[in-house]
């Protein structure tokens, strides 16, 4: 066995469904991830096996045994990419949405770092391992749009450092709720775990990092505002967490959104729709810019109809 936990129910854990209360406890674990160990025996209550709807009592002894990590190996599949731009050193994707970037527990098929490895063989940088092969930079599953990819550890680093000096131009658009009053405005708040639910980020002074995101009013629709957001650096689920921040958190978005989702976006909508750089073997800088998706832009015309 890779590690033991042993957890003893306090009064907070009451009642509290056993998959729960470890996700919440174990950051490292997630509810799946944990529902697997469950069925498969590594998880006891008081010396005994139980099952994942299990309702903790007071006091109780939760031993959680995971397994060693078996080794992971990314593996090509044959899965189309939308490539806005390619040559040796790099290519430019239009990742859908419902896409993962890169394989990881729960998503080990269909990722676009599996699609990458067909397309490309063995042409792509080794700087973030077998399962990251030429990801320089990610977005989240259900958020399109562009991606750069590094064919080779030059331009890795490259671009790499051009993103940590926030040379590197990101732009997206999204649809947020409420009606912002600006024209524009700037978000400059530390983001960081979020201090309770551990899968979260949140802007937070502890353990966190500093995050800029500016924004612009592309239209107004009542209820609902059209935006144009430029990263200036690049935080997990900056946009998501700064406009929540503001009161005006992104449609669809079911971690940092309303309880009432908007459940025919399937996630947040948010776009990755313009990607600017300089070129690691040219110098020369290009910028890239993408169409709305359809999901995106049929949404926009839905709202039209409702504000009119």
Same mark, same amino acid.
Do not use: W
């Given at each position: 066995?890779?590690?033991?936990?042993? !957890?003893?129910?306090?009064?907070?854990?009451?009642? %509290?469904?056993?998959? /729960? $209360? $470890? &996700?919440?406890?174990?950051? &490292?674990?997630? /509810? &799946?991830?944990?529902?697997?160990?469950?069925?498969?025996?590594? %998880?006891?209550?008081?010396?005994?096996?139980?099952?994942?709807?299990?309702?903790?009592?007071?006091?109780?002894? @939760?031993?959680?045994?995971?397994?060693?990590?078996?080794?992971?190996?990314?593996?090509?599949?044959? @899965?189309?990419?939308?490539?806005?731009?390619?040559?040796?050193?790099?290519?430019?994707?239009?990742?859908?949405?419902?896409?993962? %970037?890169?394989?990881?527990?729960?998503?080990?098929?269909?990722?676009? %770092?599996?699609? *990458? *490895?067909?397309?490309?063989? #063995?042409?792509?940088?080794?700087?973030?391992?077998?399962?990251?092969?030429?990801?320089?930079?990610?977005? #989240?599953?259900?958020?399109?749009? *562009?991606?750069?990819?590094?064919?080779?550890?030059?331009?890795? *680093?490259?671009?790499?450092?051009? !993103?940590?000096?926030?040379?590197?131009?990101?732009?997206?658009?999204?649809?947020?709720?409420?009606?912002?009053?600006?024209?524009?405005?700037?978000?400059?708040?530390? !983001?960081? /775990?979020?201090?309770?639910?551990?899968?979260?980020?949140?802007?937070?002074?502890?353990?966190?990092?500093?995050?800029?995101?500016?924004?612009?009013?592309?239209? /107004?629709?009542? #209820?609902?505002?059209?935006?144009? +957001? @430029? $990263?200036?650096?690049?935080?997990?689920?900056?946009?998501?967490?700064?406009?929540?921040?503001?009161?005006?958190?992104?449609?669809?978005?079911?971690?940092?959104?309303?309880?009432?989702? @908007?459940?025919?976006?399937?996630?947040? +909508?948010?776009?990755?729709?313009? !990607?600017?750089?300089?070129?690691?073997?040219?110098?020369?800088?290009?910028?890239?810019?993408?169409? $709305?998706?359809?999901?995106? #832009?049929?949404?926009?015309?839905?709202?039209?109809?409702?504000?009119?």
């Amino acid at each position: 066995m890779r590690e033991s936990i042993c !957890i003893v129910v306090d009064e907070s854990g009451v009642g %509290v469904r056993i998959d /729960r $209360l $470890l &996700s919440d406890k174990i950051e &490292s674990l997630t /509810r &799946s991830g944990l529902s697997k160990l469950i069925a498969d025996g590594n %998880v006891t209550v008081n010396s005994l096996c139980i099952s994942k709807n299990y309702k903790c009592r007071m006091n109780d002894n @939760i031993t959680v045994n995971i397994p060693d990590a078996q080794p992971l190996e990314a593996e090509a599949e044959n @899965i189309p990419l939308d490539i806005v731009y390619e040559d040796d050193d790099l290519l430019v994707v239009n990742k859908a949405k419902g896409m993962v %970037v890169h394989p990881a527990a729960g998503n080990y098929n269909g990722t676009l %770092v599996n699609a *990458l *490895l067909y397309h490309c063989k #063995d042409s792509l940088s080794g700087i973030n391992g077998v399962i990251r092969p030429g990801i320089v930079h990610r977005i #989240d599953k259900d958020t399109s749009g *562009l991606l750069i990819v590094a064919k080779n550890d030059k331009a890795h *680093l490259s671009l790499a450092e051009q !993103i940590k000096v926030h040379s590197f131009h990101r732009a997206y658009q999204a649809v947020c709720y409420g009606n912002i009053k600006d024209d524009e405005g700037t978000v400059h708040q530390p !983001i960081g /775990r979020h201090p309770v639910e551990r899968k979260k980020m949140a802007v937070t002074d502890k353990n966190s990092k500093d995050a800029i995101t500016h924004y612009e009013v592309i239209k /107004r629709y009542g #209820d609902f505002t059209h935006i144009c +957001c @430029i $990263l200036e650096t690049g935080r997990t689920h900056q946009i998501r967490v700064h406009m929540a921040y503001t009161g005006h958190p992104l449609a669809g978005d079911p971690v940092y959104g309303p309880k009432k989702v @908007i459940t025919k976006l399937n996630g947040q +909508c948010l776009h990755a729709g313009e !990607i600017g750089f300089v070129h690691p073997r040219t110098n020369k800088y290009m910028e890239f810019k993408t169409q $709305l998706p359809q999901y995106f #832009d049929d949404f926009l015309k839905k709202l039209d109809n409702q504000s009119r």
